[in-house]
């Protein structure tokens, strides 16, 4: 009886070792992906030159200048943003690269079949891409300045 009760400490007390161990590791990675995800960082220029670039071809599309080349200019841009945006593991990202992509494909495509409807619906998904993503990963940091986040 003594011998098991003995036992009983010695087995409960390896047991909590490894128990607040774990806890302390869970933590600690939470407290890392806590700090991971409010963690905001600059742009690198290439980054900055494709949102530029998408940002003044939208806004020709909008006014309804050169529209077949602006969004096939737009399509052309995107694979480099899906590239950048794969290595970082984000649904958001990924998903509002492939809209946009596909939204500038199909609205390029429309215009050079003079299907003004359909310019209008591929647009509407790049711009769904546009925002999803500038939801989740752009930071304002002033009126003219935004990081990744
Ligand atoms: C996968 C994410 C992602 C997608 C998709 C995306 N952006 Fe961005 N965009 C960002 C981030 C992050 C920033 C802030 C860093 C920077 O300026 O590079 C930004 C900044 C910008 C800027 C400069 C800052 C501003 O808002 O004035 C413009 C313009 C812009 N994006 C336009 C667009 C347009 C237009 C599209 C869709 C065709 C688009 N972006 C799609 C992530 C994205």
């Not at 939470?30 to 409010?38: E, Q, Y």
């Not at 999803?132 to 002033?142: F, G, L």
Request: with cysteine; glycine share 8%; net charge positive.
């Amino acid at each position: 009886m003594k011998t098991s009760c003995s036992g009983g400490t010695q087995i409960k007390f390896a047991r909590n070792i490894p128990v607040k161990f774990t806890r302390f590791l869970l933590a600690a990675s939470l407290v890392a992906a806590i700090s991971l995800s409010f963690a905001s960082e600059d742009a690198p220029p290439e980054h900055k030159k494709w949102m530029k670039d998408l940002g003044s071809a939208m806004g020709q599309i909008r006014k309804g200048v050169e529209v077949e080349k602006n969004a096939a200019q737009m399509a052309a841009i995107m694979p480099e943003v899906t590239a950048f945006w794969a290595k970082r593991t984000s649904d958001v990202a990924a998903k509002s690269c492939t809209d946009s992509e596909n939204g500038a494909k199909q609205a390029a495509a429309a215009a050079k079949a003079g299907d003004a409807a359909g310019v209008t619906a591929g647009m509407k998904l790049v711009g769904a891409g546009c925002k999803a993503c500038h939801d989740v990963h752009r930071e304002k940091i002033s009126d003219t300045e935004y990081k990744i986040k």
